[in-house]
């Protein structure tokens, strides 16, 4: 598998409490002088591209709580290695800022939205935002910044309600509704037995809508697999990080937003890329660490039963 993806996470603050992504106990923010500054990111993300990094996804926390990072998109949408620059986000500031996203280079956009029920988002999320989440989808697709791809991590008894209204989605918006398997990150997130596989929400929505045709998996990229509900505007899409393993199939590594590189979310394993570039090391050291780190990638990827905690916002999924 050649590793083309890389995922950046640009701060670890966020506007919303999500409890799958938040711990119960609170979290201990990274001390502000400890976070990535734009130029670093851009520093290392483009020396990544010298080593064959082609697609680039900005993450969070919540990547638009960053202040000025339009100009950071702008910047990397500069690189010319760089053939895809995305973003994930809850959607809830994504309003106000789609057009400058857009115009400054922007791809295409993920927005986090777990359930179209009122009271059941401010459940998940800690907050009364489903309307400004909302606003923000149909923001993203005014603009342009498509395929625009709906992430929704369904728990039991928490929002698995929300399944058929948010496969509804796909039938009435040209959207990608995406179901997200939950997996647990620490001890202080909702516990494992919570989670609704794949095939049971495929059952569910088939009962509802009739057997789901097959979107062919040419050019497939990352792990979903992709389905249409008949004469549907949009599609569905499954992401099983826990029925399943797609380890040989990852393509991605990720840039927390304390400078470390993780070849796999799950594994303990990392590298401090920031000491390196905060002690004025020469780009072609740099570029042979990156080097090493990719190659290495494999030997980490493999998920066992000793998952290593952390805390998600810090990293961004």
Not at 93 to 119: P, Y
Not at 232 to 238: E, N, P, S
Request: glycine residues 6%.
């Amino acid at each position: 598998m050649t590793v083309d993806y890389l995922r950046v996470s640009v701060t670890d603050r966020c506007n919303l409490r999500c409890v799958y992504c938040y711990p119960s106990g609170g979290c201990k923010l990274i001390e502000r002088t400890e976070i990535l500054r734009f130029e670093e990111i851009y520093h290392i993300v483009r020396l990544f591209a010298i080593c064959g990094i082609r697609k680039v996804r900005l993450t969070g926390g919540e990547p638009l709580v960053r202040s000025n990072i339009v100009n950071l998109v702008e910047k990397l949408a500069g690189l010319k290695e760089i053939e895809e620059l995305t973003l994930t986000t809850n959607g809830v500031l994504l309003e106000q800022k789609a057009e400058e996203l857009k115009n400054a280079g922007l791809h295409r956009i993920n927005i986090s939205v777990d359930s179209t029920e009122r009271q059941s988002y401010k459940d998940i999320t800690g907050f009364d935002n489903l309307k400004n989440a909302m606003k923000g989808i149909h923001k993203a697709l005014d603009v342009a910044l498509a395929p625009v791809k709906i992430n929704c991590v369904i728990i039991k008894g928490l929002n698995s309600s929300q399944i058929i209204p948010l496969a509804q989605m796909s039938i009435d918006l040209p959207v990608a509704v995406r179901f997200i398997e939950y997996c647990p990150t620490s001890r202080y997130t909702k516990p494992a037995g919570d989670f609704v596989s794949s095939s049971q929400i495929r059952r569910i929505i088939e009962r509802e809508h009739g057997q789901l045709s097959t979107i062919s998996a040419t050019n497939r990229n990352g792990p979903a697999l992709h389905f249409k509900i008949n004469n549907a505007a949009g599609t569905i899409g499954f992401i099983s990080g826990r029925s399943t393993v797609f380890c040989h199939n990852c393509n991605r590594i990720r840039l927390t937003s304390d400078g470390m590189i993780k070849p796999c979310l799950y594994s303990s394993k990392h590298y401090n890329i920031k000491r390196l570039i905060r002690t004025g090391a020469a780009d072609e050291e740099v570029i042979q660490f990156l080097t090493g780190v990719i190659e290495e990638k494999n030997q980490y990827t493999k998920l066992t039963s000793s998952v290593n905690e952390f805390d998600m916002q810090r990293i961004g999924g």
